[in-house]
């Protein structure tokens, strides 16, 4: 006997339709405060002032200056040894708080949530307004940069060493365990061959971000080829902001290829 | 014959790893000095001037809550910006991430030129895009979206297309064999494939706008940068430090808001 079954009903979930209209809704009237309190002169941003103004800048920023390369690269490489001295010490103080953070090797669920805390907390200070507390700290010089530096990556690498060591193999760790082996020796033996590599890889990573960040930090006093900037663009000196960018480029462009080169060899 | 008892084990690593390791390590040490010489920063120079970051924190509080009112304009200046800038850049990126992909886009040439202009976009600092575009369009929140849109194109194309690289050409070949158009293809093959993975990037960049537009107020770029700058030059720090709290709690929320958002999409 062949009856006709009718076709089963398609599933309808009232709730997610329902969800996802309070979720356009809300878009929505994010958009529209968005909006209607932006304020924004069109009239000004659409004259003929802005049309002089691209006449004048454009082709004196095509036209750098290349008399000023001396003290432009100067400042450049001192970027770099900010950027330098502050992910390397951050990839120091970044250790023991990955340690902490790692739940195969702290068993204590408070001191891991202590550990992600600290480092969460860290992440959320942008690394200017780092800047602007250690140059009111320590005065107008690039060791403020270094700090702001410092303590600006420690946040990203603590997070990402944590995850390197929760993923590490742990069958390692008990075979030491079982034949004997103290701490000093699980670590350097069990621990550290699993985690050295990336962990170099994410510290030199996070050395390319910070050429690129402490390249601003200069415009709050903290040192580096920022303060060069600040300069130029008060004396509206479109030649030298042009060849300050054109430094910028080449020199993160430079570093960016050696460091892929040396992180591919690493991994 | 190989005698066991006479049979010494090598250590662990190669004599040629430890060479290496060894020369990295002088390297490394040895530019750090160079540089610590250079920037006259020692990390011991942090406790010696302990006392002074002490008479800092003395300074920056208590917070000037009254000052709190002069802060909710600008602050919302700053999302608003955040999010036009990555509206704007969401909606330009797609196509550019498209051509920047190397199973969308066959042609070679193309890809490479693609590839580099982008590479060359993401090398330029925010701010240095903030001052051109002040100098463009003069001070004010315009010159700061359109800073926020280029920086925020460059990084959403950078990972887009990894997304659209990444992604199975099996159902792509499958809608195209059974009569589908391009249209169709991409609409019922790529886009269901990619759609999450671009929400969460967005979300992600909106977070970066947020921070970039702190740096974009000093060169009058709009939002709450400009206000921080000129707290800082009447040196009235509980104002700052009010700054700095509600800054902080406002990344803070964001962050938190968009990670959940992001653990439901991906």
């Not at chain 1, 107008?140 to 700090?147: E, Q, R, W, Y």
């Not at chain 2, 690593?13 to 530019?31: C, E, Q, R, W």
């Not at chain 2, 460059?154 to 887009?160: A, F, Q």
């Not at chain 2, 297309?161 to 293809?185: C, K």
């Amino acid at each position: 006997m062949t009856e006709q079954h009718p076709l089963p009903q398609p599933p309808k979930n009232k709730w997610k339709m329902i969800k996802r209209i309070f979720i356009l809704i809300i878009i929505l009237l994010i958009y529209i405060w968005t909006i209607s309190s932006i304020s924004i002169r069109w009239d000004k941003i659409f004259s003929s002032r802005t049309l002089e103004n691209f006449d004048r800048i454009i082709p004196r920023f095509f036209q750098p200056a290349v008399a000023e390369t001396e003290s432009i690269v100067e400042k450049m490489i001192e970027t770099i040894f900010i950027a330098y001295t502050g992910s390397l010490a951050a990839a120091i103080i970044a250790v023991p708080l990955a340690f902490l953070c790692a739940s195969n090797m702290v068993k204590n669920k408070v001191l891991n949530n202590i550990g992600m805390w600290i480092l969460g907390a860290v992440r959320a200070f942008p690394e200017i307004v780092l800047a602007i507390i250690f140059v009111a700290a320590v005065g107008p010089n690039p060791f403020a940069g270094v700090l702001a530096i410092a303590i600006g990556s420690t946040g990203m690498l603590g997070k990402l060493y944590s995850e390197v060591i929760e993923s590490i193999d742990m069958h390692v760790i008990e075979a030491l365990e079982a034949s004997g082996a103290n701490k000093l020796q699980i670590l350097f033996y069990g621990i550290m061959p699993q985690i050295l590599p990336e962990f170099l890889s994410y510290a030199i990573y996070r050395f390319e971000i910070d050429v690129r960040a402490s390249s601003v930090l200069g415009i709050v006093g903290a040192g580096g080829i920022g303060t060069l900037i600040t300069f130029a663009y008060m004396n509206r000196n479109w030649e030298e902001v042009g060849m300050i960018l054109l430094v910028i480029i080449i020199t993160v462009t430079v570093i960016d290829q050696i460091s892929g080169f040396i992180r591919r060899r690493l991994v | 014959m190989n005698k066991p008892s006479t049979y010494v084990p090598k250590g662990i690593y190669p004599f040629k790893t430890k060479m290496i390791m060894t020369v990295a390590l002088i390297v490394v040490v040895g530019f750090y000095l160079v540089s610590s010489i250079k920037t006259e920063s020692f990390i011991i120079d942090i406790f010696v001037k302990l006392p002074n970051v002490f008479g800092l924190i003395s300074d920056f509080f208590p917070p000037d809550w009254g000052y709190v009112a002069q802060i909710w304009p600008k602050l919302f200046e700053t999302i608003h910006m955040a999010i036009i800038a990555t509206t704007v850049a969401v909606i330009v990126s797609i196509p550019f991430s498209l051509l920047t992909a190397n199973n969308v886009t066959t042609n070679n040439v193309l890809y490479q030129v693609m590839r580099f202009v982008l590479n060359l976009i993401r090398t330029i600092p925010d701010i240095i895009l903030a001052v051109v575009f002040v100098g463009l369009f003069g001070i004010g929140a315009f010159s700061g979206i359109m800073a926020l849109i280029i920086f925020s194109i460059g990084i959403l194309v950078k990972l887009m297309s990894e997304v659209i690289e990444a992604i199975d050409m099996n159902p792509t070949e499958a809608i195209r064999a059974s009569g589908g158009n391009s249209l169709q293809t991409i609409s019922f093959a790529i886009v269901p494939q990619v759609l999450p993975q671009f929400i969460s990037f967005s979300l992600y960049v909106f977070e970066l706008n947020i921070r970039a537009s702190l740096v974009l107020g000093y060169v009058g770029a709009g939002g709450i940068g400009q206000l921080l700058n000129k707290e800082m030059n009447f040196l009235n720090y509980p104002a700052v430090s009010s700054i700095i709290i509600i800054v902080f709690a406002v990344v803070v929320i964001i962050d938190m808001i968009s990670a959940k958002l992001r653990e439901g999409l991906v």
